[in-house]
């Protein structure tokens, strides 16, 4: 039986989530994770050994190394061939700077600590949850635009709580963090983009796209075991020339779960 994978300390989260190739084209997405890009920020950027940098992530000198490798191999993708990168998901956690050598706070802040999105109370152990893109009763079709989530606490088959959460106009990669961050078991909405499928799918949140009409009806029928979706969703709602990042439904992760 393989040895449990220990998680890796990261300071914190990137400044972006995602990236996208000026003229646009998609030629693929590249996930590159938190725990991938820390090494990355720590050795190319900061300059730190491999020894240096296992020793602030906690982590042997050999995984640090493998992890560089993966990651400049990704990297090196997104350049060569154009691909989209998206920073999501890894086996980590997050420093509260409390650590040897590190700045407390950190230098990286949590963007839900920061005037961003909010955080839900946490879900009891038996509790689902599951979150909703919502506009005005309805399904939101586009993930990386709502405005709002609904969410749902259900225990024993039957919704206890419901909650609307604002997004302020957090980004593509803001929102599938916050799924992850709040305990959100599963996911419906209209359409969304590979980078945040993969993040979900990494972090083990199950995701009904394709969905439209009430959100509370759609909520009811996954209940029911009737809820009809698209498991081939996908989100045609770019707009490379929006900004940086442009409209790629990119994500990011925010944690393994079990890492915390």
């Keep these: 039986m393989p040895r449990p994978q220990r998680c890796r300390r990261v300071c914190g989260y990137p400044g972006s989530f995602s990236f996208l190739p000026e003229g646009g084209g998609d030629r693929g997405t590249v996930l590159l994770t938190l725990d991938e890009f820390e090494v990355i920020r720590l050795v190319d950027l900061e300059g730190m050994s491999h020894a240096q940098c296992a020793q602030r992530m906690e982590v042997s000198r050999t995984t640090v190394t493998e992890i560089c490798e993966s990651a400049r191999r990704k990297l090196a993708l997104c350049l060569v061939e154009g691909r989209r990168l998206v920073i999501a998901g890894g086996h980590y956690r997050l ?57 749902y606490d259900v225990e024993n088959g039957a919704v206890t709580a419901e909650t609307l959460v604002d997004t302020c106009g957090s980004g593509h990669g803001a929102l599938a963090g916050f799924l992850v961050e709040n305990g959100v078991d599963t996911l419906i909405c209209g359409g969304i983009g590979g980078g945040a499928q993969m993040a979900l799918a990494q972090a083990g949140i199950r995701l009904y796209g394709g969905v439209s009409g009430s959100a509370d009806e759609a909520v009811k029928a996954l209940l029911e075991g009737t809820l009809g979706y698209d498991p081939n969703v996908r989100c045609d709602h770019h707009d490379h020339g929006h900004g940086g990042e442009g409209h790629t439904c990119g994500s990011h992760g925010c944690g393994s779960h079990g890492c915390h």
């Design 95 to 151: 420093c509260d700077g409390s650590a040897p050598g590190c700045a407390a706070p950190c230098r990286h802040k949590d963007p839900y600590q920061s005037g961003g999105l909010p955080r839900l109370e946490k879900k009891g152990r038996n509790t689902m949850r599951i979150a909703v893109t919502y506009e005005n009763g309805s399904i939101f079709q586009h993930f990386g635009h709502t405005a709002q989530f609904k969410v």
